[in-house]
DNA sequence: GCTCCAATTGCAAACGATTTGCAATTGGCG
DNA sequence: CGCCAATTGCAAATCGTTTGCAATTGGAGC
């Protein structure tokens, strides 16, 4: 039994239907199997996976409509690896989706990295620069125990 | 008198196409104009700014030849503010271009972040779930001092 | 200097992710 | 059950970036 890479895995679909319902919104076939995917895969998934997962039930264009809804009404996090796509992950509640990855450069496979230590940090580049309502956006990456073995060019990964 | 905001402000020209030419390289004209488009900026530049800067003396699509030439050679790093475009830096020989960034929100204005002091970090994420070779992306966003004042929706800008 | 050829360029078309216009469809309130 | 604004599917548009190809050019060798 792997362990479970992510956090926010089950989500109690009823009351996602129900947050979203609040803000008035109309809780529609396409929009209730994207939620469906997104707590399924509870880790980031891109707008294109989530298409494939749903089968034809929706387009791919309503995808993009609803991950930009759902982001706005702050019920999904945008996160950005670095590879020309957006992912998403669904957020608890109260949740604020702050948090980091840790993404292999080989297979791509995503490792959620708990919590987050930089409030201080961002307290100190604001200050020293005169900033304010400092953020930050960190990922890291890597080469994950899988792919460290049977290397895709013949050397082996040291360090 | 403004600081100036990016290190790397000054390189010496003949020296960059020493560099250049030692790679075994034709140091072309458009290949030129595009060294001293990043040397005149030294801060992180789009793809687009270089053509625009070059008004004619070079197409869109040798820029971005140029930059996955340079890129591979080691002589620019690249750099993403999760805007959909790349930015590129030129570096000193021997500069590996590790560093960070503070994007302010609203103008887009670009400081340095001195130093990096994540690379103990770095350890302690890759011995904690068996990765090796990790690195990290970081970039800073906030609202800049210039920005502060003159809000662009009314509201002022707390913390 | 002049020749020659692989390296490089400009141009236009192709790309992949994302966005948008519009006519057809539908959720949820009355 | 009917209505209508909200939502959808579809196709076309957009944007940053890449690529095929024929024309051009730097610089090594004479
Ligand atoms: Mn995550
Ligand atoms: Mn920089
Ligand atoms: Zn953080
Ligand atoms: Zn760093």
């Known amino acids: 039994m792997k362990p479970r890479k992510h956090r926010r895995a089950r989500l109690d679909l009823p009351r996602i239907a129900e ?5 008035a919104r109309k809780l ?6 994207i939620l ?15 298409f494939r997962a749903l089968e034809g039930r929706c387009d791919l264009a309503t995808v993009y409509r609803s991950m930009h809804l759902l982001e706005t009404m702050g019920m999904v996090k945008r996160y950005d690896f670095g590879d020309g796509q957006a992912r998403f992950e669904l957020l608890e509640e109260g949740d604020d989706g702050h948090h980091h990855h840790l993404v292999c450069r080989r297979c791509a496979d995503v490792v959620e990295i708990e919590g987050c230590l930089m409030s ?14 400092v953020t930050h956006r960190l990922e890291f990456f890597g080469i ?3 792919c460290q ?5 013949g050397e082996n990964v040291t360090d």
């Open 28 to 33: 529609t076939g396409p929009r209730r199997a």
């Open 120 to 133: 201080d940090v961002d307290r100190q580049v604001a200050e020293a620069n005169g900033f304010k309502a």
């Open 144 to 146: 994950c125990p899988e």
């Open 36 to 50: 469906v995917a997104l707590r399924e895969r509870g880790g980031p998934v891109t707008p294109r996976e989530i």
């Open 19 to 23: 947050r979203f319902r609040k803000k």
């Open 149 to 153: 073995g049977s290397d895709s060019r």
